[in-house]
Every structure is written in C-alpha cells, then in structure tokens.
C-alpha cells in the first residue's frame, strides 16, 4: 500500500496514537502529550511529552516561581509581600504569583483570577500597577 501524508492522514494518526498512549498513560501515571505534527508527503515529525505527576510538578512549579518573586523581585525594588496582591486592568482582576527566572524583560508572574489563565508583566509595569 503506497501512502503519503495529507491533513486528513495525519490527523487520523494523531487519534490512533493518542487512543494507543491512553491504556500506557493509565497503566504508567504518565501523562502524553502529543505536540504538533510536522509533514510533508513523505514523512512526519512530532514531540511526544510525558509528564509523571503533573499535579505534584504543577504545585512544585508554583512554589518555585513564588520563592524566586521572593528572591529576585527585591533585586528589582519589588517587596516580598507584594506576592499575591492583586490589582485591577482593563476591567479584569489580577494577581502576582511568581517570578520567570528566564525572562529578561516580562519576569513578573500574573494570574487573572475570573478564570486563572496566566499572563506575565515587566517590573516597570507591575510598579504602576502597585502604585508604586
């Protein structure tokens, strides 16, 4: 059977592989991600992530990122108790969790707290916000 790859191929893959991971992941404790396939007619590529806890690294993550406001934000003339304090923007609430050790400009962790989708704010903006 001589096969090449379409949209349609494709995504009918990803719903053979995902339905083949399911029994694995279960099994395993393992959650899989399949990332984006990339194809062209002949081959294809995809990242294939596994998470082993990912509520236990999720919460280690959030503890992280609060440790590390804590640390760096002072190097900045943030203070550790503006951790958590929340301010209001373009009619939404929001709240500081953490800090992006990575991040040059945009470090300072946000939470928009009506449905906690994550953002990300520079020191500079987070001051005005503070009213500091």
Do not use: H
Request: charged share 30%.
């Amino acid at each position: 059977m001589k096969t090449s790859f379409t949209r349609e191929t494709v995504k009918l893959l990803r719903k053979e592989i995902n339905k083949t991971l399911a029994p694995l992941s279960k099994k395993l404790g393992i959650e899989f991600d399949l990332g984006t396939i990339r194809f062209t007619p002949y081959e294809m590529r995809v990242k294939l992530t596994g998470t082993a806890n990912k509520k236990e690294v999720a919460s280690k993550k959030k503890e992280e990122d609060a440790n590390n406001f804590k640390v760096f934000g002072r190097y900045s003339g943030l203070d550790p108790s503006d951790l958590g304090k929340t301010f209001t923007f373009n009619g939404n609430q929001f709240k500081v969790v953490g800090w992006n050790t990575k991040a040059r400009k945009n470090a300072v962790k946000l939470q928009r707290l009506p449905d906690g989708k994550g953002f990300k704010c520079s020191v500079a903006q987070l001051k005005r916000f503070l009213n500091k």
